[in-house]
């Protein structure tokens, strides 16, 4: 049985990514900080481990990575966990450093983090690592420049590994938006009912799973799925 390891899975896009592949019978870890929403949004997936915790944490990195053991294989690894920075987001001039670095340590050196440990299993599988990107990482919206910048170095990190270890499948895969808790935040007061909900991306994050293209960057929206005419 497949396994994947998908980060951030208590809500949003994680946890549409969970329940899609637990559908098709995959053995999932994953995790969120809050333990009690991640057990919520676990409830009735048979073979989800859930394990609480913060990518940032390397104690929970460490945990996750023996959970991968236990599993005794890894074929998908789904770095979607993300931190958008304060909101409203500052530009650039005034944005508080230390803050950038939490953005950095989760949007950056988390995500790195675990494919150092998961490196090895996933190898062995010939797998695929998926690293949530974001439009941020590629256009130059202004009060985006923090966790814009930290998606950018994502897709430079996705892309260096795809050229060191060709065996490998490594996506930077860009969902569009999504109406989220992340998204409110980035908005913040602003009626965002109109955006799709992470439930709609899913085809698409399967099409790349199940036809393996080259390792790069994938927009959503390139790889939609069209509606079969009935
Ligand atoms: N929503 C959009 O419009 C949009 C657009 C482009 C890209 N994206 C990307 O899509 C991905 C998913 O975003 P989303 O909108 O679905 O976000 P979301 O609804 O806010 O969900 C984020 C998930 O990640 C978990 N999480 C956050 N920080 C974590 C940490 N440090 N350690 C472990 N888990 C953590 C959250 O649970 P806890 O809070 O309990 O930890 C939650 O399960 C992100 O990579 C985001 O950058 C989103």
């Known amino acids: 049985m497949p396994t994947a390891l998908i980060t951030g899975a208590s809500r949003g896009l994680g946890r549409a990514v969970a329940r899609a592949l637990a559908r098709r019978g995959w053995s999932l870890i994953v995790d969120a900080r809050r333990a009690a929403d991640l057990t919520d949004a676990m409830r009735g997936l048979a073979g989800a481990v859930a394990i609480p915790g913060d990518v940032t944490d390397p104690g929970h990195r460490a945990r996750l990575a023996e959970a991968a053991g236990r599993a005794g294989r890894l074929d998908l690894l789904v770095n979607n966990a993300s931190r958008l920075g304060p909101s409203p987001q500052p530009p650039l001039a005034s944005y508080p450093l230390g803050e950038l670095g939490r953005v950095y340590d989760t949007n950056v050196f988390a ?120």
């Open 111 to 230: 995500p790195l983090a675990l494919i150092q440990l998961l490196a090895a299993p996933l190898a062995a599988a010939a797998g695929a690592v998926v690293n949530v990107s974001s439009d941020a990482a590629t256009e130059a919206y202004p009060g985006w420049g923090g966790y814009g910048s930290a998606k950018a170095a994502l897709d430079q990190l996705t892309a260096v590994l795809a050229a060191e270890q060709p065996s490998l499948r490594w996506y930077a895969f860009d969902p569009g938006d999504m109406r989220t808790d992340m998204h409110q935040q980035a908005f913040p007061g602003e009626d965002i009912s109109d955006r799709p909900e992470p439930e709609a991306v899913i085809p698409a994050l399967l099409r790349l799973l199940d036809e393996r293209p080259p390792s790069g960057r994938y927009r959503a929206s390139d790889l939609a799925v069209p509606a079969v005419a009935s």
